[in-house]
């Protein structure tokens, strides 16, 4: 298993600039996450989502926004990049919600210049 | 959600000392997670705690839960190099939130 899988790294935006981060899992859960990390700071839940075709917003959603088309992928879509969304993107899932822990994928590290 | 804070911030450990790192909530949390989260690397899941003044050990490392369950701690004994990172508590109220975290360097 690969477990929970990022793309891109790395990446670099300007200002007003769309990207979509990828996030994949291959354990079959069902509840999905999206966290961003600034630094020397704690995780900052921004969407999340119980199955396939529910989402739900966060602690600090306004700027993104997500879909979950199928249980494996959960991207999040940054509209009209601003220098605030500099940060460090976290994905992570869990079979339990509330039960047992959270896996993580590697991140991607954003930069808005 | 709920609201977890850490202490201390950072904590600087002479190798092979002991220290104690702590959660604490104004409210009661129904179960309470800890992560650690090497420099650079990604946040890993290492232990719920549930029940009322739990206690779980891996190796070196020792957590509670109060028994009031508004707070946790995370007790390292002997403290290697490979105890380097920063680990966080989280707090489960339908979604988990995260405290700031305590950050440990170790001095050889």
Redesign the interface.
């Known amino acids: 298993n690969a477990g929970v899988t990022q793309t891109p790294k790395f990446r670099i935006l300007k200002i007003g600039q769309s990207m979509t981060l990828q996030c994949t899992q291959d354990m079959n859960h069902n509840y999905m996450y999206w966290y961003r990390q600034d630094p020397g700071m704690g995780l900052k839940l921004i969407y999340y989502s119980v199955g396939a075709g529910i989402t739900d917003k966060g602690e600090v959603p306004n700027g993104y926004n997500v879909s979950r088309s199928t249980t494996e992928d959960f991207p999040l879509r940054l509209e009209l990049a601003a220098p605030s969304q500099t940060s460090v993107y976290f994905c992570a899932s869990s079979y339990l919600e509330g039960q047992g822990g959270q896996y993580f994928g590697p991140g991607t590290r954003l930069t808005v210049t | 959600?709920q609201q977890v804070m850490q202490i201390p911030q950072y904590q600087h450990v002479q190798e092979g000392e002991d220290f104690t790192t702590y959660c604490n909530s104004s409210t009661t949390l129904?179960?309470i997670?800890w992560?650690k989260q090497r420099p650079g690397?990604?946040?890993?899941?290492?232990?719920?705690l549930v029940k009322s003044g739990e206690v779980k050990k891996q190796k070196r490392l020792t957590f509670q839960f109060g028994e009031a369950k508004k707070n946790s701690s995370l007790h390292i004994t002997a403290t290697q190099t490979t105890d380097v990172g920063t680990y966080?508590c989280a707090a489960?109220d339908?979604?988990?939130?995260?405290?700031?975290?305590t950050?440990v360097t170790v001095r050889a």
């Open positions: 959600g129904s179960n997670q992560y690397g990604h946040p890993v899941f290492l232990i719920q966080f489960n339908y979604k988990l939130s995260f405290g700031a975290g950050t």
